[in-house]
């Protein structure tokens, strides 16, 4: 079975406090139509219903201190306890012993051993590839499993070209803040349809959404509701075209940061793992499933049983 993995960097499942969590404060009237009614906050989960699973998951793993994304991401990428294997929390780009862990086997090259297809939709603008090449900007976990992998990142022709998506989800960024005016643009909705499109031509594909943890480092209120409204726009277009079945969606994330607005720094907050699809594939992905170490096998066991 197809999985689509939309991967939410800082995002927690927080207390139902409008002052500091913008999930307490904003409306999802879609993600929350999934939920019964629920907001996207600690007491809703854990949640069975008809399309959709909420369970929360400790990102913490027994090892001091707060998550971060390197040993975090490379968790989910790889399924082994990273920060308790080098005793810490590490990040936010992996170091070499992070890294090592990630070019050992992960997600994407596994998946692509076992002869399924494999693809990371976000689009990288230029300047992305004229600092890693000049050696200013060091990959992130989720590109250096793609690379690794023997996969290429998309880029602006890829973009341009409709084979790969913009980290905002909308492609606004690329015109605003990238300097291309020319850009694709999609509405919400759309760019959420176009997500389920892409998403069906591999077996499994993930999509990185980073801009939740920036927000929440930058305690950044007004940003972080008008963010979600666009995400709960995008998830009503990917869940119109989405074929429950012949794909689960999940979407979780590395470390609580946005759901409390009160700190800069990230939170030992449990963490979504929410499941949209077939009832069945739901039901097995979150038997057991207690914290992040669980989410790497449970995916390989979909897409390559
Ligand atoms: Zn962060």
């Known amino acids: 079975m197809r999985v689509l993995f939309i991967f939410l960097d800082g995002v927690g499942l927080g207390a139902d406090n409008p002052e500091i969590n913008p999930f307490a404060r904003l409306d999802m009237p879609f993600l929350q139509g999934l939920l019964g009614g629920q907001k996207f906050l600690a007491n809703a989960a854990p949640y069975a219903g008809e399309r959709a699973t909420l369970l929360a998951l400790d990102a913490g793993l027994g090892v001091p201190g707060l998550p971060q994304s390197a040993t975090g991401q490379a968790v ?182 946005l759901e409390d607005l009160s700190t800069r720094r990230h939170t030992a907050a449990r963490v979504p793992a929410l499941l949209l699809g077939p009832a069945a594939a739901r039901a097995a992905f979150s038997h057991g499933l207690t914290d992040l170490t669980g989410i790497h096998q449970r995916i390989l066991d979909l897409v390559s049983p």
Not at 90 to 97: I, R, S, T, V
Not at 128 to 155: E, M, N, Q
Not at 199 to 217: K, V
């Open 76 to 257: 989910l990428l790889t399924g082994i306890n990273v920060p308790q294997e080098i005793g810490e929390h590490y990040g936010p780009k992996p170091n070499p012993a992070v890294a090592k862990y990630l070019r050992n086997g992960n997600l994407f090259s596994q998946v692509l051993r076992s002869a399924k297809t494999a693809a990371l939709l976000n689009a990288y603008p230029p300047r992305y590839f004229d600092g890693v090449d000049s050696g200013k900007r060091l990959y992130s976990a989720i590109p250096l499993a793609v690379t690794s992998a023997g996969l290429r990142l998309f880029d602006k022709a890829d973009y341009y070209a409709g084979r790969a998506l913009s980290a905002d989800f909308t492609g606004a960024g690329w015109r605003s803040m990238l300097g291309f005016p020319d850009a694709p643009i999609y509405a919400p909705r759309q760019a959420g349809q176009k997500l389920s499109r892409l998403a069906h031509q591999y077996d499994f594909a993930l999509f990185e959404y980073w801009a939740s943890d920036y927000a929440g480092h930058r305690q950044d209120m007004n940003w972080a509701v008008e963010q979600f409204k666009t995400f709960d726009d995008m998830l009503s277009g990917l869940l119109e075209h989405w074929d429950d079945q012949a794909g689960l969606i999940l979407i979780t994330s590395d470390h609580g940061n």
